[in-house]
């Protein structure tokens, strides 16, 4: 890349300060995250007193692990170059399919929790992972568009937890399970927690470490290019839609563990927050570019907002105003990135 | 009427007049800025500095429409044609006759209809663009140009696509405007059609103005020197040719789309078989058909003896045969990813770089240094997106990707593409010495030269057809072109 220098070319302006050229070079390489997490610090910290406490960043920490998984899987479906907007209806399916199972298997041998909390587990995130599968499916072998596709699974998936439970939220969980991996801790750390940064690590090393990883990339970075380079673009498609509804399917049964009960209606802000967190941590929308790291900071930057907003007494419906402002503003800030790259080229 | 403006974005202090009723020709390589200039004259973009003077007088061109409504019309390479509207709706595309506020379909038709009888074209003007073929598109863009009676009319490769009698009328129509007093500003990269229409040649290189020159005395080989600033012989190098075991066997190969019908051709090891033929030929899909990247109706294909009729990309790629895609931007890079990457990605499947469902990060980094210094990568930074390179180091990255495994057959498809003089004689010298290797070499080029100095052995396609197969000495442009256009006994 050549010197910022160039961009002066032409008009008759001043050569830009250190921190002008400084604050440009942030930009390009971070993207907006970091103007927008120090701009959120200061007018929080402005409305609270206790928004900096060491308490209150361990509360957000806490309550973003949700975001944090579904964003995860969110940014594997932009990579390759598309999105999943049913990521809602999964949690919600997951958390009805895998609280209802609990319970029946509860009814049915009253002694055995462990293995209710297992069977509940596991039916619920299966649940899950074939909305996922459905997903890959029509888009890979139906070449459905992911928009179309994820639309209209949303749909079908939010329609088939509430003829379930008639909207009515799914009680009988032994409540050792809530216990645990809803506000359980090892070593003082919440599990939930423990359990993103698990899955945290395990999506840094998919995306950077494996072939499958780079097939991500690839594919949404020229798919065209990926198939004449070999690689298997349909299947790694379908991959990438199972492995986001997994991810998703995991965060729902975090969340019926935390809310003790089976809910048809969570999940609902899943497709904005997540598409929001990773757009916000620099995932082009284009496909082929993002990065793990970011993604987390950006699940937890829009954890701090909601968290400041709470603090700061705004009720919760502004809040959505707030959110959707923040995605379209993270749009623009990454066309003008791009724009600035785009000059910076030689 | 005088145009001349200096110091233009890739072009350089360019100077460029256009007499009324002359055909000056724009002779250059690909990327020598011909294409920048005609955008300037057409007002599809503005220089930077300098000036355009029509009769004298310093314009201002904007847009297109406001170069149009001072007459200058141009037919450019890219079609400037809605697909899903109809030849008269696009030759009034922008001005549309009306009748009280409401369009005049009728008098859209009858204009259309005496345009169209005008210049002798057969073509229905409700018909939609996409029911077209390429020619057909290309004689639509060419009457949207004479619409309005031009005083300036720029044609970009206007016969590439054009069978001969249809280029016959385009050259008498020409002559009919330029002794009406119109300008014609005229690209190609035919030497007869420069003889045959052109007053004046200019040739550009770089950016630069080399020469103009007199079109009706000036010798081939001098605007080829002129051209590239070299000898041919510096820029083609000799490739030994020692044909060895058969490779390649395509046998009665008919596609699906009937992109390609019949075809029948043989690759050797040590030899660069060449196939040209004009846009829409079947020369690429070909290739692209044995590549499992069209679809197979009849026909067989065979690698070393063993029959991949219609085996996907990977399954090739394992074999030994290798598809380099046209279009780099298109099909073969991932711009927004390093040149690492990139160039890694066909060997990602197999060891060494794969290790079970992980990616060995040293093997990789080491095919990345070892393909870097192998294509000469400037800069040499392999972690630098492939979209902040040149044209030519994005088409070396691309070649590197074919060396990233190894390969029988190579299938090059429009090799040299958008690339300086310098990395075009460097690609050449490459192919030579995979040849040379004891590969086999498909060359696919429409780059006439390139195919003719390169290539061992030569098959002609016309309309999906194999029409002629010419090797040795008697590759040449007469032979070759005679069986690139229509003839009245075939």
């Known amino acids: 890349m050549s010197e910022p220098t160039d961009l002066q070319q032409g008009a008759p302006r001043p050569p830009a300060k250190p921190v002008t050229r400084l604050i440009k070079r942030l930009f390009i390489a971070l993207g907006v995250l970091p103007f927008l997490l120090l701009l959120a610090m200061i007018v929080f910290t402005a409305f609270s007193d206790n928004f900096l406490s060491v308490q209150n960043l361990t509360n957000v920490v806490r309550q973003s692990v949700y975001l944090i998984i579904v964003s995860l899987g969110q940014m594997l479906a932009l990579l390759t170059g598309g999105f999943d907007l049913s990521v809602g209806t999964i949690v919600a399916l997951t958390s009805v399919v895998g609280a209802t199972a609990m319970a029946a298997t509860l009814a049915a041998a009253p002694e055995s929790v462990w293995l209710a909390i297992a069977v509940g587990c596991v039916a619920g995130i299966a649940a899950g992972t074939l909305v996922g599968v459905a997903n890959g499916i029509g888009v890979?072998?139906?070449?459905?568009?992911?928009?179309?596709?994820?639309?209209?699974?949303?749909?079908?998936?939010?329609?088939?937890?509430?003829?379930?439970?008639?909207?009515?939220?799914?009680?009988g969980m032994p409540p050792q399970f809530g216990e645990v991996f809803g506000f359980g801790r090892m070593a003082g750390v919440p599990v939930p927690v423990i359990v993103a940064v698990i899955i945290s690590a395990l999506a840094w090393v998919l995306v950077n470490r494996t072939v499958l990883g780079r097939y991500f990339y690839a594919v949404g970075g020229n798919v065209k290019a990926a198939h004449l380079s070999g690689i298997n673009t349909r299947f790694t498609l379908f991959l990438t839609y199972t492995l986001c509804g997994f991810l998703a399917a995991v965060c729902g049964m975090l969340l019926t563990a935390r809310l003790e009960t089976g809910e048809a209606n969570i999940g609902a802000s899943m497709p904005l927050e997540s598409i929001a967190a990773c757009v916000i941590g620099a995932v082009s929308l284009r496909g082929g570019v993002g990065r793990v790291g970011n993604v987390v900071l950006g699940a937890l930057f829009i954890g701090l907002v909601q968290n400041g907003m709470n603090l700061a007494k705004i009720e919760s419906y502004l809040q959505t105003v707030v959110l959707g402002t923040l995605l379209i503003l993270a749009v623009i800030a990454d066309q003008m990135r791009m724009r600035l790259i785009a000059s910076l080229r030689d | 009427m005088v145009k001349e403006y200096p110091g233009v974005l890739a072009l350089d202090r360019v100077d460029f007049q256009l007499r009324a009723g002359e055909v000056h020709v724009l002779f250059g390589e690909n990327g020598a800025g011909k294409s920048t200039l005609i955008s300037l004259l057409a007002g599809a973009q503005e220089p930077s500095s300098g000036e355009i003077l029509v009769r004298g007088v310093t314009v201002k061109l904007g847009s297109v429409h406001r170069a149009r409504g001072l007459g200058i019309s141009a037919v450019f390479q890219e079609f400037s044609l809605v697909p899903q509207l109809t030849v008269e709706e696009n030759l009034f595309l922008g001005a549309e006759p009306r009748k009280r506020g409401f369009l005049d379909r009728q008098a859209m038709r009858r204009e259309a209809k005496a345009i169209l009888l005008r210049l002798g074209f057969a073509?229905?003007?409700?018909?939609?663009?996409?029911?077209?073929?390429?020619?057909?598109?290309?004689?639509?863009?060419?009457?949207?140009?004479f619409r309005t009676q031009p005083s300036v009319l720029i044609l970009d490769e206007p016969t590439a696509s054009l069978t001969e009698r249809e280029t016959e009328q385009l050259f008498a129509l020409i002559h009919a405007a330029t002794s009406q007093g119109v300008g014609v500003v005229y690209i190609t990269h035919r030497m007869a059609e420069i003889r045959r229409i052109g007053n004046r040649v200019t040739v550009l290189r770089d950016?630069?103005?080399?020469?103009?020159?007199?079109?009706?005395?000036?010798?081939?080989?001098?605007?080829?020197?002129?051209?590239?600033?070299?000898?041919?012989?510096?820029?083609?190098?000799?490739?030994?040719?020692?044909?060895?075991?058969?490779?390649?066997k395509v046998e009665g190969l008919t596609s699906v789309t009937q992109s390609v019908r019949g075809a029948t051709i043989e690759v050797r090891a040590g030899e660069v078989v060449g196939i040209a033929g004009l846009v829409g030929s079947g020369k690429s899909e070909i290739a692209r058909a044995c590549f499992g990247l069209e679809e197979v109706a009849s026909g067989r294909v065979w690698l070393r003896g063993e029959e991949v009729t219609g085996l996907r990309p990977g399954a090739m790629l394992r074999k030994g045969f290798f598809y380099l895609p046209a279009d780099r931007r298109e099909e073969g890079l991932m711009m927004l990813r390093s040149c690492r990457e990139n160039m890694v990605l066909p060997a990602l499947r197999e060891a060494p770089i794969r290790r079970g469902a992980f990616l060995s990060v040293s093997q990789e980094q080491a095919l990345a240094q070892s393909l870097t210094r192998r294509i000469n990568l400037q800069p040499a930074r392999p972690e630098r997106d492939v979209g902040h390179f040149s044209g030519g180091n994005q088409q070396k990255v691309l070649l590197a990707k074919s060396l990233s495994r190894p390969?029988?057959?190579?299938?090059?498809?429009?090799?040299?593409?958008?690339?300086?003089?310098?990395?075009?004689?460097?690609?050449?010298?490459?192919?030579?010495?995979?040849?040379?290797?004891?590969?086999?070499?498909?060359?696919?080029?429409?780059?006439?030269?390139?195919?003719?100095?390169?290539?061992?052995?030569?098959?002609?396609m016309y309309r999906g057809h194999i029409r002629a197969e010419l090797s040795g000495a008697d590759i040449t442009e007469q032979n070759v072109l005679g069986y690139f256009f229509e003839r009245a006994a075939a």
Do not use: W
Not at chain 2, 212 to 218: L, N, Q, W
Not at chain 2, 229 to 237: A, K, L, Q, T
Not at chain 2, 423 to 439: D, K, S
């Open chain 1, 140 to 171: 890979a072998v139906f070449n459905v568009s992911p928009f179309i596709m994820t639309l209209g699974i949303a749909s079908v998936g939010f329609g088939i937890a509430l003829y379930m439970t008639g909207g009515v939220p799914v009680y």
């Open chain 2, 123 to 145: 073509l229905d003007p409700a018909e939609t663009i996409q029911h077209l073929t390429r020619a057909q598109r290309q004689m639509v863009e060419i009457a949207k140009a």
């Open chain 2, 207 to 248: 950016g630069h103005v080399i020469a103009t020159v007199d079109a009706k005395t000036t010798s081939e080989d001098r605007l080829v020197a002129l051209m590239t600033g070299r000898v041919i012989s510096e820029i083609y190098p000799t490739i030994r040719h020692e044909p060895g075991e058969l490779l390649l």
């Open chain 2, 407 to 460: 390969v029988q057959v190579f299938a090059f498809d429009e090799p040299t593409t958008g690339v300086d003089v310098a990395t075009r004689a460097a690609i050449y010298r490459f192919i030579g010495e995979l040849c040379e290797a004891g590969a086999g070499v498909l060359l696919i080029s429409s780059d006439l030269p390139e195919v003719l100095h390169l290539s061992h052995r030569l098959y002609v």
